[in-house]
Protein backbone atom coordinates (compact mmCIF):
# COMPACT_ATOMS: atom_id res chain seq x y z
CA UNK A 1 0.00 0.00 0.00
CA UNK A 2 2.98 2.53 1.05
CA UNK A 3 4.45 1.69 -2.35
CA UNK A 4 1.02 2.24 -3.88
CA UNK A 5 0.65 6.05 -2.14
CA UNK A 6 4.70 6.49 -3.34
CA UNK A 7 3.95 5.49 -6.81
CA UNK A 8 0.36 8.03 -7.33
CA UNK A 9 2.10 10.79 -5.47
CA UNK A 10 5.05 10.68 -8.36
CA UNK A 11 2.99 10.03 -11.16
CA UNK A 12 0.81 12.58 -10.35
CA UNK A 13 3.29 15.43 -9.46
CA UNK A 14 5.19 14.75 -13.13
CA UNK A 15 2.03 14.89 -14.85
CA UNK A 16 1.34 18.65 -13.32
CA UNK A 17 4.95 19.41 -14.97
CA UNK A 18 3.85 17.43 -18.34
CA UNK A 19 3.02 20.37 -19.96
CA UNK A 20 5.47 22.85 -18.65
CA UNK A 21 9.49 22.80 -19.38
CA UNK A 22 11.47 20.10 -17.18
CA UNK A 23 14.77 20.56 -16.10
CA UNK A 24 16.70 17.83 -15.36
CA UNK A 25 20.32 17.32 -13.29
CA UNK A 26 22.34 15.05 -10.98
CA UNK A 27 23.06 16.04 -6.97
CA UNK A 28 24.83 15.04 -4.92
CA UNK A 29 26.50 16.13 -1.25
CA UNK A 30 26.98 15.49 2.41
CA UNK A 31 24.79 15.26 5.35
CA UNK A 32 24.85 15.24 8.98
CA UNK A 33 22.82 12.41 10.81
CA UNK A 34 21.48 12.14 14.37
CA UNK A 35 19.23 9.14 15.29
CA UNK A 36 17.41 8.65 18.33
CA UNK A 37 17.64 6.89 21.45
CA UNK A 38 18.89 3.26 21.98
CA UNK A 39 16.68 1.58 24.36
CA UNK A 40 16.56 -2.09 25.83
CA UNK A 41 13.67 -3.88 23.70
CA UNK A 42 12.32 -5.34 26.88
CA UNK A 43 12.55 -2.63 29.62
CA UNK A 44 12.49 0.60 27.64
CA UNK A 45 15.96 2.00 29.45
CA UNK A 46 18.45 3.86 27.69
CA UNK A 47 21.39 1.11 26.74
CA UNK A 48 23.52 3.27 24.62
CA UNK A 49 24.14 7.10 25.28
CA UNK A 50 22.13 9.54 22.85
CA UNK A 51 23.69 8.99 19.09
CA UNK A 52 26.28 11.91 17.90
CA UNK A 53 25.84 13.10 14.56
CA UNK A 54 28.05 11.47 11.60
CA UNK A 55 28.62 12.67 8.23
CA UNK A 56 27.29 10.62 5.20
CA UNK A 57 26.58 11.38 1.98
CA UNK A 58 23.65 11.25 -0.93
CA UNK A 59 24.19 11.03 -5.21
CA UNK A 60 20.70 10.98 -7.55
CA UNK A 61 18.69 12.81 -10.14
CA UNK A 62 16.35 15.51 -9.99
CA UNK A 63 13.70 17.14 -11.94
CA UNK A 64 11.57 20.63 -12.34
CA UNK A 65 8.83 21.95 -14.01
CA UNK A 66 6.79 24.89 -13.13
CA UNK A 67 3.68 24.48 -11.35
CA UNK A 68 0.33 25.90 -13.13
CA UNK A 69 0.26 28.21 -9.42
CA UNK A 70 2.71 31.11 -10.70
CA UNK A 71 5.84 31.35 -9.40
CA UNK A 72 5.75 27.82 -7.57
CA UNK A 73 7.82 24.78 -9.00
CA UNK A 74 7.75 21.37 -8.24
CA UNK A 75 10.87 19.00 -8.04
CA UNK A 76 10.85 15.41 -7.68
CA UNK A 77 14.18 13.63 -6.24
CA UNK A 78 15.41 10.25 -6.65
CA UNK A 79 18.64 10.15 -4.16
CA UNK A 80 20.88 7.35 -2.95
CA UNK A 81 21.80 8.18 0.46
CA UNK A 82 24.32 6.42 3.57
CA UNK A 83 24.20 7.55 6.69
CA UNK A 84 25.69 7.06 10.03
CA UNK A 85 25.25 7.45 13.78
CA UNK A 86 27.37 6.98 17.07
CA UNK A 87 26.47 5.72 19.78
CA UNK A 88 28.49 5.05 23.34
CA UNK A 89 28.52 2.34 25.55
CA UNK A 90 30.83 2.06 28.42
CA UNK A 91 33.21 4.31 27.10
CA UNK A 92 33.52 2.57 23.60
CA UNK A 93 31.77 3.76 20.44
CA UNK A 94 29.91 2.13 18.46
CA UNK A 95 28.88 2.84 14.88
CA UNK A 96 24.67 1.91 13.05
CA UNK A 97 24.98 2.62 9.16
CA UNK A 98 22.29 2.54 6.89
CA UNK A 99 21.39 3.09 3.27
CA UNK A 100 18.44 4.13 2.27
CA UNK A 101 16.47 5.57 -1.09
CA UNK A 102 14.88 8.62 -0.99
CA UNK A 103 12.05 10.07 -2.66
CA UNK A 104 11.60 13.97 -1.88
CA UNK A 105 9.11 15.78 -3.77
CA UNK A 106 9.32 19.36 -3.12
CA UNK A 107 7.20 22.74 -3.54
CA UNK A 108 9.73 25.82 -3.97
CA UNK A 109 9.34 29.48 -5.20
CA UNK A 110 12.39 31.13 -6.63
CA UNK A 111 13.38 34.97 -5.51
CA UNK A 112 15.80 37.55 -7.12
CA UNK A 113 16.26 35.50 -10.36
CA UNK A 114 18.88 32.81 -8.39
CA UNK A 115 17.53 32.28 -5.16
CA UNK A 116 14.91 29.56 -4.25
CA UNK A 117 12.95 27.98 -1.18
CA UNK A 118 11.29 24.79 -0.65
CA UNK A 119 9.10 21.96 1.27
CA UNK A 120 7.68 18.89 0.74
CA UNK A 121 7.56 14.86 1.88
CA UNK A 122 10.46 12.75 1.62
CA UNK A 123 9.62 8.76 0.92
CA UNK A 124 12.20 6.85 1.92
CA UNK A 125 13.01 2.89 1.40
CA UNK A 126 15.86 1.75 3.15
CA UNK A 127 17.80 -1.00 1.53
CA UNK A 128 20.67 -2.11 4.04
CA UNK A 129 21.50 -1.36 8.02
CA UNK A 130 24.37 -2.29 9.77
CA UNK A 131 24.83 -2.10 13.40
CA UNK A 132 28.46 -2.65 14.97
CA UNK A 133 27.15 -3.82 18.51
CA UNK A 134 28.28 -7.73 19.25
CA UNK A 135 27.42 -8.73 16.08
CA UNK A 136 23.62 -8.02 16.27
CA UNK A 137 21.50 -8.30 13.41
CA UNK A 138 17.75 -6.92 13.01
CA UNK A 139 14.68 -8.71 13.82
CA UNK A 140 12.53 -6.95 12.79
CA UNK A 141 12.85 -3.27 10.47
CA UNK A 142 9.72 -1.37 8.93
CA UNK A 143 11.80 -0.07 6.07
CA UNK A 144 9.69 2.68 4.39
CA UNK A 145 9.13 5.75 6.17
CA UNK A 146 7.80 9.56 5.06
CA UNK A 147 9.73 12.42 6.67
CA UNK A 148 9.40 16.38 5.59
CA UNK A 149 11.87 18.56 4.15
CA UNK A 150 12.89 22.03 4.26
CA UNK A 151 15.50 24.53 2.88
CA UNK A 152 16.83 26.99 0.64
CA UNK A 153 19.35 27.35 -1.92
CA UNK A 154 20.64 29.70 -5.39
CA UNK A 155 21.62 28.91 -8.96
CA UNK A 156 24.25 30.67 -10.82
CA UNK A 157 24.17 29.38 -14.19
CA UNK A 158 23.97 25.40 -14.16
CA UNK A 159 25.17 25.29 -10.80
CA UNK A 160 23.15 24.91 -7.63
CA UNK A 161 23.95 24.84 -3.74
CA UNK A 162 21.30 23.92 -1.39
CA UNK A 163 21.17 23.29 2.41
CA UNK A 164 18.21 21.50 3.82
CA UNK A 165 16.26 20.10 7.13
CA UNK A 166 15.05 16.81 6.79
CA UNK A 167 12.94 14.77 9.89
CA UNK A 168 11.17 11.58 9.72
CA UNK A 169 7.83 11.77 10.54
CA UNK A 170 6.82 8.17 11.04
CA UNK A 171 7.31 5.97 13.88
CA UNK A 172 10.60 3.68 12.48
CA UNK A 173 12.27 1.70 14.51
CA UNK A 174 15.21 -0.99 14.23
CA UNK A 175 15.10 -4.17 16.67
CA UNK A 176 17.71 -6.03 16.84
CA UNK A 177 17.94 -8.46 19.39
CA UNK A 178 17.96 -6.66 22.73
CA UNK A 179 17.76 -3.64 21.69
CA UNK A 180 15.98 -1.08 19.61
CA UNK A 181 17.17 2.17 18.39
CA UNK A 182 14.78 4.73 17.00
CA UNK A 183 16.02 5.43 13.46
CA UNK A 184 13.78 8.37 12.03
CA UNK A 185 16.06 10.37 10.23
CA UNK A 186 16.98 14.01 11.39
CA UNK A 187 19.63 15.49 9.76
CA UNK A 188 21.25 18.32 7.80
CA UNK A 189 21.69 18.21 4.37
CA UNK A 190 24.36 20.47 1.97
CA UNK A 191 23.77 19.78 -1.52
CA UNK A 192 25.45 20.57 -5.17
CA UNK A 193 23.13 20.20 -8.31
CA UNK A 194 23.75 20.26 -11.87
CA UNK A 195 21.40 21.37 -14.53
CA UNK A 196 22.13 18.91 -17.87
Not at 46 to 54: M, N, R, T, W
Not at 121 to 138: A, C, V
Not at 177 to 194: A, H, K, P, V
Request: proline share 2%; with cysteine.
Amino acid sequence: MKKIILTICLVLGLSQISNAQINFGLKGGVNYNNSGDATFSSTGNDVLEGAESKSGYHAGIWFRGNLPIVGLYLRPEIVYTQVKSEYIYNNSSTDYNFKKIDVPVLIGKKFFGFANAFIGPSFQYILDDEFNFSNLTTDEFEKFSIGAQMGFGIEIGNLGVDVRWERGLSENEAKFTNITIDNRTDQIIFGLSFKL
